[in-house]
Every structure is written in structure tokens, then in C-alpha cells.
């Protein structure tokens, strides 16, 4: 058995540091150099608990797959990715994540045992453990390039500050509203009967600081957030699709799909500027 740990220091929120690590689409930009791509099981977006992804590279010189599962989670601090179909014996990548004020310390622990036995063993002190280092290595640079670079151009606010919540520009926190507010009357004022938030309650919690987008929590029992583009009309819109209203199942999907999308679009567009 072959084991290896790898500590990067990021100038980067612990939670940034973490979604980039399982980051399908990055980690396929991050590897770029050997071809890997995820041909099967969760090929895109961030990979989640019990979430396996088969991978398709050439290393050293030969075409490989190699299928891993993500068997433990617990955002934002810890994950670990297990190898269940590949070349190795076996294989195993524990995730850890670390705040220090505004750092984030990365630890990669990998523990792998080549096949052939005691052929394997040699081939493990002699040549893979240098080989699998300089690779890991490579991917934990850049997702610290990204993360700093994700830093610099976002402005991180909590909210609230027991839930670790991130918002990122565009996106900007509504800090102690009510479903009476001014943003929830003017919704209900828009809202047709076909509309599909007439007759649920709302808090708004955010606005994008760009445009007339506002998320709403569904106080509905359901855990749903609304992103809703606001008309200002006095009077419900008669047609159900007005206002636009974006639903996401939860915060996290949110987050994924839709505030860091956006926040991605704006660092591009303020670096172009």
C-alpha cells in the first residue's frame, strides 16, 4: 500500500476550495493535458454523496477508465472518492478543508496499491507514487489558481452567519425581510392565479445588484427558493409566464445552477472591461 499527502495553501473561502475539488467540468478543464473526460454516471456539475463518475485519459501512454464514487461528504470540510472499476488494486482520495481566516489549508490524502502483488509493490516505491504526486499536484495548482482568482473577483457575504451561506456578485444578500416587505407585496401584486407561486407565501433573501432578478424562499414547507424577475406592473400579469420565475429544489441547487453561473459570467465580463 502506497500513500502520499498533498497540502496547498489557497488564498480562497474553504467552500470555494471545496466545490472546485468536485467540480466535474473543472476537473476535466484542470486535466486537459491527458484527455480525461467522464464518459458515464455523473459527467457534469459538482459530483454529490453516493454520485459515481467513470473517467476516460491516457496515462502513460495507454488509454485507461477508471469509475469512482464519492462514499463520504460533508460540506465544506470533507470528501472521499473510491475507486470501484480501474487499473489499480485499489484506490482511495480522502478530501480535507481547512479555514484559516481568509485561507483555506487543502489536504489530499491518496492511499493506492498497483496489482501484480509484489510486481505492483515495486512498480508503487519505484515509479507511481512520483508519477500520481506530479499529476495530483498539478490539479491542486489549479484549482488554486481558479479559487484566487474566483476570490478576487467575488465579494463573499454570509448569511446567515450560522449557515456559512455564500453570496457572490452580481448576487447580494436581503438581510432580515419579512413576507410582508416591499419585494414580497410587489410579487404578490404581479402574481395571476395561473402563476406557479400564486398563493405561497415568500421571504426575500437576495437580489442580483445588476437587474430586477430577486430570490425568494418558498415558505411553503418545501425548501424551494424562487429567482423572480420583478415587473413593477400594478396590477397581476395575465399571462402565467410574467413574472419569470425560476424554481430550485433547494439552496445548494441555487447555488450550483444559477448564483454561480452568474457570478462566473460577471468576473468575465469586469475583466473585459
Same mark, same amino acid.
Given at each position: 500500500?502506497?500513500?502520499?499527502?498533498?497540502?496547498?495553501?489557497?488564498?480562497?473561502?474553504? #467552500? &470555494?476550495? %471545496?466545490?472546485?475539488?468536485?467540480?466535474?467540468?473543472?476537473?476535466?478543464?484542470?486535466?486537459?493535458?491527458?484527455?480525461?473526460?467522464? &464518459?458515464?454516471?455523473?459527467?457534469?456539475?459538482?459530483?454529490?454523496?453516493?454520485?459515481?463518475?467513470?473517467? #476516460?485519459?491516457?496515462?502513460?501512454?495507454?488509454?485507461?477508465?477508471?469509475?469512482?464514487?464519492?462514499?463520504?461528504?460533508?460540506?465544506?470540510?470533507?470528501?472521499?472518492?473510491?475507486?470501484?472499476?480501474?487499473? %489499480?488494486?485499489?484506490?482511495?482520495?480522502?478530501?480535507?478543508? #481547512?479555514?484559516?481566516?481568509?485561507?483555506?489549508?487543502?489536504?489530499?490524502?491518496?492511499?493506492?496499491?498497483?496489482?501484480?502483488?509484489?510486481?505492483?509493490?515495486?512498480?508503487?516505491?519505484?515509479?507511481?507514487?512520483?508519477?500520481?504526486?506530479?499529476?495530483?499536484?498539478?490539479?491542486?495548482?489549479?484549482?488554486?489558481?481558479?479559487?484566487?482568482?474566483?476570490?478576487?473577483?467575488?465579494? %463573499?457575504?454570509?448569511?446567515?452567519?450560522?449557515?456559512?451561506?455564500?453570496?457572490?456578485?452580481?448576487?447580494?444578500?436581503?438581510?432580515?425581510?419579512?413576507?410582508?416587505?416591499?419585494?414580497?407585496?410587489?410579487?404578490?401584486? #404581479?402574481?395571476?392565479?395561473?402563476?406557479?407561486?400564486?398563493?405561497?407565501?415568500?421571504?426575500?433573501?437576495?437580489?442580483?445588484?445588476?437587474?430586477?432578478? &430577486?430570490? %425568494?424562499?418558498?415558505?411553503?414547507?418545501?425548501?424551494?427558493?424562487?429567482? &423572480?424577475?420583478?415587473?413593477?406592473?400594478?396590477?397581476?400579469?395575465?399571462?402565467?409566464?410574467?413574472?419569470?420565475?425560476?424554481?430550485?429544489?433547494?439552496?445548494?441547487?441555487?447555488?450550483?445552477?444559477?448564483?454561480?453561473?452568474?457570478?462566473?459570467?460577471?468576473?468575465?465580463?469586469?475583466?473585459?472591461?
Amino acid at each position: 500500500m502506497a500513500t502520499f499527502r498533498i497540502v496547498t495553501t489557497i488564498a480562497a473561502p474553504i #467552500e &470555494v476550495c %471545496f466545490d472546485l475539488s468536485r467540480d466535474i467540468d473543472f476537473h476535466t478543464r484542470s486535466l486537459a493535458g491527458t484527455g480525461e473526460r467522464a &464518459v458515464a454516471g455523473r459527467t457534469s456539475g459538482l459530483i454529490e454523496l453516493g454520485e459515481s463518475v467513470t473517467w #476516460e485519459a491516457k496515462h502513460l501512454g495507454v488509454h485507461q477508465r477508471l469509475t469512482s464514487e464519492v462514499t463520504a461528504f460533508d460540506r465544506p470540510t470533507y470528501f472521499r472518492d473510491v475507486m470501484t472499476r480501474g487499473a %489499480f488494486e485499489s484506490f482511495a482520495h480522502d478530501h480535507h478543508f #481547512e479555514a484559516h481566516g481568509d485561507e483555506t489549508a487543502m489536504i489530499d490524502d491518496i492511499v493506492f496499491r498497483s496489482p501484480l502483488g509484489p510486481l505492483g509493490w515495486l512498480v508503487d516505491r519505484l515509479f507511481m507514487t512520483r508519477y500520481l504526486r506530479r499529476l495530483i499536484e498539478g490539479r491542486c495548482q489549479a484549482i488554486k489558481r481558479e479559487a484566487e482568482r474566483t476570490a478576487e473577483a467575488s465579494v %463573499f457575504v454570509k448569511w446567515p452567519a450560522s449557515t456559512g451561506v455564500n453570496w457572490l456578485i452580481p448576487w447580494r444578500p436581503i438581510v432580515g425581510a419579512t413576507p410582508e416587505d416591499g419585494a414580497s407585496r410587489q410579487l404578490y401584486c #404581479e402574481l395571476g392565479r395561473r402563476h406557479i407561486l400564486y398563493g405561497i407565501k415568500v421571504r426575500p433573501v437576495g437580489h442580483r445588484q445588476d437587474c430586477d432578478d &430577486v430570490l %425568494f424562499e418558498l415558505l411553503d414547507g418545501s425548501g424551494r427558493f424562487a429567482v &423572480v424577475h420583478l415587473t413593477y406592473a400594478q396590477h397581476p400579469e395575465s399571462d402565467p409566464r410574467w413574472p419569470r420565475s425560476d424554481i430550485y429544489a433547494d439552496w445548494s441547487t441555487f447555488e450550483r445552477d444559477r448564483m454561480r453561473p452568474d457570478a462566473e459570467e460577471w468576473a468575465d465580463i469586469t475583466r473585459s472591461l
